[in-house]
């Protein structure tokens, strides 16, 4: 059954939509991410040496720029390659750049404390706690697209990817990688890595998802000849 | 005519042209959004788009800029003061027009299929 939508509503809907109909955002989320990890990678330790200090000053500066003008670059890539293709609508009055630094917190939050737990655990509780977590985010897939909450089930995870989910747009690479990774940290990753693997992991994901989002769209919606007016 | 039937005389005509209230819809929705943007959304062929811009710019309804975003031409468009308001008292009398009768000011089925059979 089509469900009617004000047109109002409706337009401003697509409004929301359309400011992740290319997947940039994604892109520099996910790029952005990785700095983080790279901070991660490169912690400052005694004694001091040179490399992994610029390297982690490097990655920090360049991680807290991209969150400071997360929006000034996204709009920077759009004006190359959305706008001249499909036009430019003003992009939504929420601050993108809050909602993707509340995904990356959210997801990284969720994941790293049961990871951290877990490297402490024998191999059969391991295997069991991940074939839960796996169970819990694929609980949470459903929830999310049945647009249905059982608050009494409701995890870190599950809540994590709701909030995602109504403040991002993401394909089904997000939702099926996460407990794929999770469940490859939880199993393979050396332990006191885990959390870097993690972050780099999400950061990977959202570039994929941001990638294949892009290239679809330049696809579907090649340059136009002469200009629309 | 009745005054309430008058209510109808009174809906702004430059809004009610149903291309125009695509329009004005969108740019109500979204602060603003450019050319290309409103043809796609809306559905209309360049020359039509331009014409009823042309009719919303001249009833200072809608603000028209042209500006880059990096090396791409842009044309503009945006609500004004003047036109959010007017669209707003449209709308408002649209509502008036198509609220739903009391309970019991509507004939029943039997009695209309009895008057007009």
Known sequence: MTVFQPPLVAAEQRAWNYWFVDGITNLVV????LLFALTMMYPPRWPPRPLPIALWLVALVLYVVVALYYRQIVEWLKARTTYPRTGYVESPSADPAEAANLVTFSLGATGTPPEVQLQHMQRRARWMITIALVAVACFAFMVIHQRWVWTATGTLFSIAMIIARRTFRFSWILPVGFPLLGLYITTFAPRHMGGTYLIIGMGMLFILDGAATLITYLIRNPMPKAPAA | MTPDLQALATLDRVIHEPARL???????????????????????TQGNLSSHLAKLEDAQYVLIEKTFKG???LTICSLTQKG????????????????PPA?????SKARHGKNSG
């Not at chain 2, 309970?103 to 004939?107: A, E, L, S, V, Y």
Request: net charge positive; with cysteine.
């Open chain 1, 30 to 33: 996910g790029a952005n991410t």
């Open chain 2, 22 to 44: 695509m329009i004005i819809t969108v740019l109500y929705a979204v602060n603003e959004a450019d050319f290309l943007y409103l043809q796609r959304e809306c559905g209309l």
């Open chain 2, 71 to 73: 090396k791409y031409p």
């Open chain 2, 84 to 99: 959010r308001a007017a669209f707003a008292e449209y709308v408002q009398k649209i509502r008036v027009v198509a609220a």
């Open chain 2, 103 to 107: 309970h019991g000011d509507r004939p």
